[in-house]
């Protein structure tokens, strides 16, 4: 089993829409959680943290599931420019190594 | 502020050959890492060094070889090039275990 899964997509919406992506961890004792976005043929660019009681970035937000073991992304109103791939990422066992999940491929059509 | 910064950009290596590749940052982080991505397979880490004098092995570290030993450079090092080894590589650092990286733009190799 990998250690973080994500369903790659594509996630084909429309301008304003919200839009939801999931993403599952294999190990209980993950403490730390993060979303990046990914431009094609760019480096990954941190997004945003993942807290255990949720946080809101403008119009993004995450939430933490410990029970269910997942993490989402919740992005409101979207633009053209959040077009892009979306990397979740969870710490190991040892908390020094972090694995990254496959993306998932978000376009956002006019 | 440059952040992170890898070279060369792009390397074309024939099967067998050697070659470094080349990172820096000047942020004084400490924790620094290198990873590569293939096509449908994610990031990977390779190696990773939480100070000066320290490095460890990510989960795929065969064929490679890092030093460090200043806080600014983590160099990674390939010494028999195999087509296995064509990929992506991205180093990034951070200032602490749980904090989030920073990546460098990236170095495409294609080992022929």
């Known amino acids: 089993r990998k250690e973080v899964e994500q369903d790659p997509g594509p996630f084909n919406v429309p301008e304003g829409a919200t839009v939801a992506f999931n993403c599952t961890y294999s190990?209980?004792?993950?403490?730390?959680f993060f979303w990046y976005r990914q431009d094609c043929r760019k480096e990954p660019k941190l997004l945003m943290s993942?807290?255990?009681s949720g946080n809101e970035d403008g119009r993004f937000t995450a939430q933490l599931n410990r029970a269910s073991q997942y993490i989402s992304l919740l992005i409101r109103d979207s633009k053209l420019s959040d077009s892009a791939t979306y990397l979740c990422?969870?710490?190991?066992?040892?908390?020094?190594?972090?694995?990254f999940g496959t993306g998932t491929s978000l376009t956002v059509i006019p | 502020n440059a952040g992170v910064t890898q070279t060369p950009k792009f390397r074309i290596l024939k099967i067998g050959q050697s070659m470094t590749l080349q990172c820096a940052q000047d942020?004084?982080?400490?924790?620094m890492y290198w990873y590569r991505q293939d096509p449908g397979m994610g990031l990977k880490l390779i190696y990773y060094?939480?100070?000066?004098?320290?490095?460890d092995k990510g989960e795929v570290p065969n064929g490679y070889n890092v030093s460090r030993s200043t806080t600014e450079d983590f160099p990674l090092r390939l010494e028999l090039a195999a087509p296995s080894q064509t990929s992506v590589y991205f180093c990034?650092?951070?200032?602490?275990?749980?904090?989030?990286?920073?990546f460098g733009s990236g170095t495409r190799l294609t080992v022929v």
């Open positions: 990422v969870a710490d190991g066992p040892t908390g020094n190594q972090f694995y």
């Open positions: 942020m004084n982080h400490n924790y």
């Open positions: 990034a650092s951070s200032y602490s275990r749980v904090g989030g990286y920073t």
């Open positions: 060094s939480v100070g000066a004098g320290i490095t």
């Open positions: 993942v807290y255990s």
């Open positions: 190990n209980s004792a993950s403490q730390s």
